[in-house]
């Protein structure tokens, strides 16, 4: 598995802010993965905001620094960051998930540290006809010990490979959520962050109970 860089972003909260006066807590979440793979287009799916976006065009001079194998007809790249943000409106426990879309480029791993401070946890989308570009997020999220779940974006025309191939190529650990999606659609994104919650309270929750063992897996 690839180490991308040997800085280690600053510790996840243990746990959200609890909520006052019926206000929903709040979460911050980042979405990674390789470039082109549909983050952008995450974000926008499921933003009850306009998305702040900070795309540029991309040149003939950046196609020798970003490969456009798969993905020929994009014609931007995010070179900060994009941001949303969702409401969950349980009354029992409201929730608003601030959504931060991380470069896909190794060049811009310096800014994923930042983008991953404080965040409760990342989804990592990823693309099987370019499997390879997911290494880079999985290897860090699990370098950084922050709550990730892996995301397949189902593209138009994208062979469907079983989610078992899947977590072999990517060599995921068994505890990892795997789950397909469009990225497209409002109702799928905002499944896979619901999942993503469910997990990261999942393993604050183990930690909390077994403080000795969370210890030794670090």
């Known amino acids: 598995m690839l180490n991308p860089c040997s800085e280690r972003a600053e510790p996840a909260p243990p746990a959200p802010a609890q909520p006052t006066h019926g206000q929903p807590a709040t979460l911050k979440v980042v979405i990674a993965g390789g470039f ?11 933003s009850e905001i306009t998305p702040l976006r900070t795309e540029e065009l991309l040149t003939e001079s950046s196609t020798t ?17 994009d941001f949303g943000r969702i409401t969950f409106h349980d009354p029992a426990a409201p929730l608003e998930l601030l959504l931060f879309g991380a470069p896909g480029q190794d060049r811009f791993l310096g800014l994923w540290h930042d983008l991953a401070r404080g965040a409760v ?3 990592v989308l990823a693309d099987t006809r370019r499997l390879a570009t997911s290494f880079t997020a999985v290897s860090f999220f699990e370098d950084n010990d922050l709550p990730f779940v892996v995301a397949v974006n189902e593209f138009d025309g994208a062979r469907r490979h079983h989610l078992d191939e899947v977590r072999t190529a990517l060599e995921l650990g068994p505890h990892v959520p795997l789950m397909t999606c469009d990225a497209r659609r409002p109702r799928h994104v905002a499944s896979v962050l619901r999942t993503l919650v469910e997990h990261a309270i999942t393993i604050v929750s183990q ?4 403080p000795t063992t969370a210890l030794q897996d670090t």
């Open 207 to 210: 930690q909390t109970l077994h």
């Open 121 to 123: 946890g990342a989804v």
């Open 65 to 81: 620094v970003d490969s456009l194998e798969g993905v020929a007809a994009k014609r931007t790249t995010t070179v900060a960051f």
């Open 36 to 46: 082109g793979v549909g983050k952008t287009t995450a974000v926008g799916a499921v």
